[in-house]
């Protein structure tokens, strides 16, 4: 099994690597394309989630055209914003970081998967990540948001992961629930941008930065 999840890292990644360079090129982006971003160096989140190839995933970002314009709509620690891409670009400086771009490989009503996440601009960030309250983190916007042409959602929920590969839950989570007197909602259903980037109903098709 170890081989085989090698192997398919390794394929994974001479894929991007055989990808023509695109870096910084926004103009091959579609409205509904997913952005990961990566850090430099792991955290709290990465620590206990993974990403596509074993990639840290620490947040993702919906690519959409408004009136012309190249944005980002995200749930940010400000909320769930629109923003240019000018701005997410100046973000990545800042924090060192990889971004790759996703696609929904079939299936995505993307006027009404865009639509539904529009509808929650201005919501609060979940700083808690608890399911079925009115704040949204990153990975819950685009589970809630994307829907095929049925209405039905492309991504699932899964169970929250707060744990190492130890399957313990970290020190640093345990403070963080703890502090605000509230109890880790490990495997409560949720989601997570490292997971979602690994969905298989996403094709990774190229570092953007």
Request: charged residues 20%.
């Amino acid at each position: 099994m170890k081989i085989r999840i090698l192997l398919l890292s390794l394929c994974l990644t001479q894929g991007l690597a055989a990808q023509p360079s695109l870096k910084g090129d926004c103009s091959h982006l579609r409205d509904a394309d997913l952005l990961f971003f990566a850090p430099g160096k792991g955290n709290a989140i990465t620590d206990v989630t993974s990403g596509f190839a074993g990639r840290g995933i620490d947040h993702v970002a919906i690519f959409v055209r408004i009136g012309g314009t190249p944005c980002t709509l995200e749930a940010t620690h400000r909320g769930v914003i629109v923003q240019p891409m000018d701005s997410t670009i100046a973000r990545h400086e800042r924090r060192n970081e990889q971004v790759y771009v996703g696609r929904v490989r079939k299936g995505l009503d993307i006027p009404a998967s865009l639509g539904n996440a529009l509808r929650y601009l201005g919501k609060p960030y979940d700083f808690f990540f608890e399911p079925g309250d009115s704040a949204l983190y990153c990975s819950e916007l685009v589970q809630k948001s994307y829907c095929d042409k049925r209405g039905a959602a492309v991504f699932a929920p899964i169970p929250m992961s707060f744990h190492n590969d130890k399957g313990e839950i970290t020190e640093y989570w345990k403070a963080y629930y703890r502090k605000a007197g509230r109890q880790v909602p490990e495997g409560a259903p949720g989601s997570n941008p490292g997971q979602l980037s690994r969905s298989k109903r996403i094709r990774i098709l190229y570092q953007l930065f």
